[in-house]
């Protein structure tokens, strides 16, 4: 690119964002004492108000705007509707099916319009939502069903047999409500109507609403184990979307007279980045969201040529289609402005490719978050992104959130200095509390009060941070998170199984992959399609062994009986 153009798509991008000042302290992008990075910028006030309260504070400048519509159907509600029906909806949860304060509602639902009403109806009334993947087996819903105690499950009608199906395995008598996603759609018979509980008042007293109540829990693995409920507040989560409405960190415009931001989503709205950024974040600023329940290439295309979107919101196998898919063109991306990924990191490699599709200097900016840190710990901020230090990092951290890198090893817990590979360690108000039910878990996460990521980083010497591995044994398929000890629990009860360790391994669209290794029984031969279609039977397609299964001895492990998975990859890369 010339210099002349460099500076005209500088300038014009500091007019379409927020105001920006880049200044370097003591050499740094960022506040950085004693190895502890902070942001660099002013800290934040931080309202201790409901989510709801949070959401809806505006709503009066833009009610009549279009807030959500469904990319498949165009079925869509205004501001004004959302915030009257998410009323409606959460009182009649609490006089129709005698719901009380902290009770557990479970949301099985993809990305829909009605997912931001139902959502903060519930929180509204008091109540905590559980998101739940709605491409889950009935074997897997139910787990987070008992997990969490779940009093009531809110689906599509489409998906009532899957909700019923986990009920049933649960052994619980759970009421269902059914959402109709097509017009003339009939309720299943034994539930309950939505439309007729978010259409009608209901006089009922309202319930007081601590910042510090409750309010959603979505499931992670966290470093190692099965998926367990994180446990965030109204105020973790409405600490999160105000520290991205910071004016150096913000990207989405607020909804103006002349203008309203179009984001296209199709990251889900059950993961954390899909909830707090596409969903709560956007409805903060009056954008409209247009959903599409899942990503098929005909559904992405359709929406970004009808659309138009402004913002782009990706995780690294959605970014990577763009720009190898040959039936998208650069006229495809005429109306946008900015491009965030999140979910997992985007090389370099990948981010050049999907400019080149383009064909105009579209900034492609990074995040890095948790499920356990509502999920933003930091990002590249527009100030930055032409700087070459600034190149492939993760950016810097957001406002009231300071880090650090250990070594993983060092129970001190001293920071580590520039370039120095490390554990990622992060502390602010957007941190989780803990684990559900978890109490040894929780007191895992934390060192004397940081929260311990299980991320390798290290940080430059103008304080950018760049993600080089992961110590926890999770594996990011298509930014998802697979727990490998879920997975090698269900291997390990099939047939003659003695023995299972799985591992994410490299796969060029996907992130990775799990692969399997297996021990069978002495004098026993497995048939590694049949595990492989008995694994594919009780799991989301994107768990699936499409790594492979390989036939092993015994799988690597330390005296205390841990599997040595870091063995099992250096394994593999010999094969």
């Not at 710990?377 to 009231?400: A, F, H, M, Q, W």
């Amino acid at each position: 690119m010339s210099l002349i153009r460099k500076i005209v798509v500088k300038e014009c991008n500091k007019r379409l964002f927020a105001p920006i000042s880049s200044t370097y302290r003591n050499g740094y992008a960022t506040d950085c004492k004693n190895g502890i990075l902070a942001s660099g910028l002013q800290d934040i006030e931080i309202p201790r108000i409901s989510l709801s309260d949070y959401v809806f504070e505006n709503v009066g400048k833009w009610e009549k705007c279009v807030a959500i519509e469904c990319g498949v159907t165009g079925r869509k509600y205004t501001y004004g509707q959302i915030r009257t029906k998410s009323k409606n909806f959460g009182a009649a949860l609490r006089k129709k099916f005698k719901l009380e304060k902290n009770d557990v509602i479970a949301v099985l639902l993809p990305n829909v319009p009605e997912f931001p009403i139902v959502t903060l109806g519930a929180l509204r009334a008091g109540f905590i939502c559980t998101t739940v993947n709605p491409i889950y087996t009935p074997e897997e819903v139910s787990r987070q069903l008992v997990d969490s105690s779940v009093k009531i499950i809110i689906t599509l009608n489409e998906l009532w047999p899957l909700a019923d199906a986990a009920a049933n395995l649960a052994r619980r008598k759970l009421p269902i409500v059914t959402i109709a996603s097509m017009q003339g759609q009939a309720t299943p018979k034994g539930a309950a109507n939505f439309a007729e509980l978010a259409d009608n008042e209901n006089d009922i007293p309202n319930v007081s609403i601590a910042a510090e109540d409750l309010a959603f829990l979505p499931y992670s693995s966290g470093t190692t184990g099965l998926p367990k409920g994180v446990q965030l507040t109204n105020y973790n989560i409405v600490t999160n979307s105000m520290q991205l409405e910071h004016p150096e960190v913000q990207v989405s415009r607020t909804n103006t007279p002349d203008h309203q931001d179009i984001t296209t989503a199709v990251l889900p709205f059950f993961h954390i980045y899909g909830f707090t950024v596409l969903c709560i974040f956007q409805l903060r600023i009056g954008a409209k969201i247009v959903t599409l329940p899942k990503f098929t290439p005909e559904l992405y295309i359709d929406s970004l040529k009808k659309h138009k979107p402004h913002m782009l919101y990706l995780a690294p196998p959605i970014a990577i289609f763009l720009a190898k898919f040959p039936y998208i063109s650069s006229e495809d991306f005429c109306s946008v402005r900015g491009i965030v990924n999140g979910a997992a990191s985007l090389g370099p490699l990948d981010a050049s490719k999907l400019v080149e599709k383009i064909k105009r200097d579209v900034p492609i900016l990074q995040g890095y978050g948790l499920t356990e840190t509502s999920p933003t710990v930091t990002s590249t901020r527009l100030s930055d992104y032409y700087k070459e230090e600034c190149k492939g990092s993760i950016g810097l951290p957001l406002p009231n959130t300071t880090v650090k890198v250990i070594n993983p090893e060092d129970a001190s817990g001293t920071p580590l200095g520039p370039n120095q590979l490390g554990e990622l360690l992060v502390k602010g108000p957007q941190v989780t509390k803990g684990y559900l039910n978890r109490p040894e878990e929780t007191e895992k996460m934390f060192l004397d009060g940081w929260m311990r990521t299980g991320d390798m980083m290290y940080y430059n010497e103008k304080g950018f941070l760049f993600v080089k591995d992961r110590l926890k044994e999770l594996i990011k398929v298509k930014g998802y998170q697979v727990a490998p000890a879920e997975l090698e629990e269900i291997i390990r009860d099939f047939p003659d199984v003695v023995d299972a360790a799985v591992i994410g391994i490299p796969h060029q669209i996907y992130g990775e992959s799990p692969r399997a290794y297996i021990v069978p029984r002495v004098d026993s031969k497995i048939d590694v399609k049949k595990l492989n279609d008995y694994v594919n039977s009780k799991v989301a397609p994107y768990k699936q062994l499409k790594g492979g299964i390989s036939v092993v001895d015994s799988i690597p492990k330390n005296a205390s009986g841990k599997i040595l998975r870091r063995q099992l990859k250096v394994m593999f890369e010999k094969e």
